[in-house]
């Protein structure tokens, strides 16, 4: 029984890969929040609220998809899902108003900034919870 529940867990096989690209985007989003809050703030608050948002779904994202336990996995899909929400409106509001924010977010111009990971990764993540949580043939026959 461990063996087949280890094996959906997420953050194994491709699911370290996706950690890691969780982790490096959590941490690249935790600093240039952090010092637009505490240096720039007053000059864009929506776009560096935003920023620092962007950050804190990262983090829980990547912890989430580390820990791959049920509730974990839960927390997941909310990160994940609310990252996927607030990349796209974010990323079409920012191009139909290039100063709807005062200042880029890690969001805007979906991702553009981080050359679109953050376009790309709530899909590749949401995908990978959807791939895992189905069963395997062998436990379906179980």
């Known amino acids: 029984m461990?063996?087949?529940?280890?094996?959906?867990?997420?953050?194994?096989g491709f699911g370290r890969v996706l950690v890691t690209v969780y982790g490096?985007?959590?941490f690249a989003a935790l600093g240039r929040s952090s010092y637009e809050l505490v240096v720039k703030f007053a000059e864009a608050p929506v776009a560096y609220t935003l920023s620092t948002l962007a950050a804190v779904v990262y983090v829980v994202a990547t912890v989430a998809l580390a820990i791959g336990?049920?509730?974990w996995r839960l927390v997941a899909w909310i990160t994940v899902g609310i990252e996927a929400v607030g990349v796209v409106t974010v990323g079409a509001l920012s191009l139909a108003d290039a100063?709807?924010?005062g200042e880029s977010t890690v969001w805007s111009a979906f991702g553009q900034g981080y050359g679109?990971?953050?376009?790309?990764?709530?899909?590749v993540g949401?995908?990978?919870l959807w791939?895992?949580?189905r069963s395997t043939p062998e436990e379906r026959t179980a």
């Open 2 to 12: 461990a063996e087949r529940t280890s094996a959906r867990r997420t953050g194994r």
């Open 24 to 26: 490096v985007l959590a």
């Open 69 to 71: 336990s049920p509730a």
């Open 99 to 101: 100063q709807a924010f």
């Open 116 to 123: 679109y990971v953050p376009l790309v990764l709530p899909f």
């Open 126 to 128: 949401l995908w990978w």
């Open 131 to 133: 791939r895992t949580s």
